[in-house]
């Protein structure tokens, strides 16, 4: 007899498991959903809108203004033109400068300083951008304080206090990529406030460095021999002179 009621529960048929399967999205709190889609954003918006459209919690979770602060800008011109910028671009880009991405910024500093009368502007957004880690930011606005605080003891040394920070920080490269960049934003604008450094002497008193004859070499250098020059100089002084001195011949025409 119970060998015959097991083989009736065996064959008898299987009730429906009529239960949804769990939604792991739904699970994670809304805060790891926008740190992650943040993530995504400060590397691909390809990926992003994949994601918006991937899932109703990915699309209200992208609205956060944190995801718009971190948002890459690698698909957009430097100079946005507006009438080459769609309707939905020029929402997204707002939507970033309201949320204070560093980006935009920076790019927007670069211009108001460079290109219009709006120096002051400029600087604020540089240095903005500069004091929450935008390292073109930090590159200009530490260059900037070195060229224009001749009269400013206190400005001109924070100059050179940031940009060892910038190269101590990261490395001889990152300044070089930082410099070519920069390059490549102020020739891709019309320059209307050039960067002219009259004296370019270094503050340094010692006389082993080398920095003085480094300062005195740079100006017969091409790009390339700039960019793989990693041996820098013992002292910010003379280092610092050294990288305002290749941050000027950009503006030489």
């Not at 399967?21 to 790891?32: D, G, Q, S, Y």
């Not at 671009?89 to 707002?94: G, M, V």
């Amino acid at each position: 007899m119970a060998l015959l009621r097991a083989k009736k529960e065996i064959n008898k048929p299987k009730k429906k498991n009529n239960a949804s399967p769990i939604n792991i999205v739904k699970t994670l709190p809304n805060e790891l959903l926008v740190e992650i889609i943040g993530k995504v954003a400060s590397h691909s918006m390809v990926d992003l809108c994949q994601m918006k459209l991937s899932c109703k919690d990915f699309l209200n979770a992208s609205e956060d203004g944190y995801v718009y602060q971190h948002a890459s800008m690698e698909n957009f011109a430097l100079i946005p033109l507006p009438w080459f910028t769609n309707e939905k671009e020029t929402s997204f880009l707002r939507r970033c400068r309201e949320n204070d991405n560093l980006e935009i910024l920076y790019r927007e500093g670069m211009v108001q300083y460079f290109s219009t009368s709006m120096v002051k502007s400029g600087f604020e957004n540089l240095k903005k951008a500069a004091s929450e880690g935008h390292h073109e930011a930090k590159y200009v606005y530490s260059m900037l304080l070195m060229a224009n605080c001749e009269e400013d003891d206190e400005g001109r040394e924070l100059g050179f206090d940031l940009f060892g920070e910038l190269k101590n920080s990261t490395c001889n490269s990152m300044v070089a990529r930082c410099r070519k960049r920069v390059k490549s934003f102020i020739k891709s604008m019309w320059v209307k406030n050039h960067v002219v450094v009259q004296n370019l002497s270094s503050c340094c008193c010692s006389d082993t460095c080398g920095g003085t004859d480094k300062l005195k070499k740079h100006s017969t250098w091409s790009d390339e021999e700039v960019d793989n020059d990693g041996v820098g100089v013992s002292c910010k002084y003379c280092d610092g002179n050294y990288e305002l001195g290749l941050f000027a011949n950009i503006f030489r025409v």
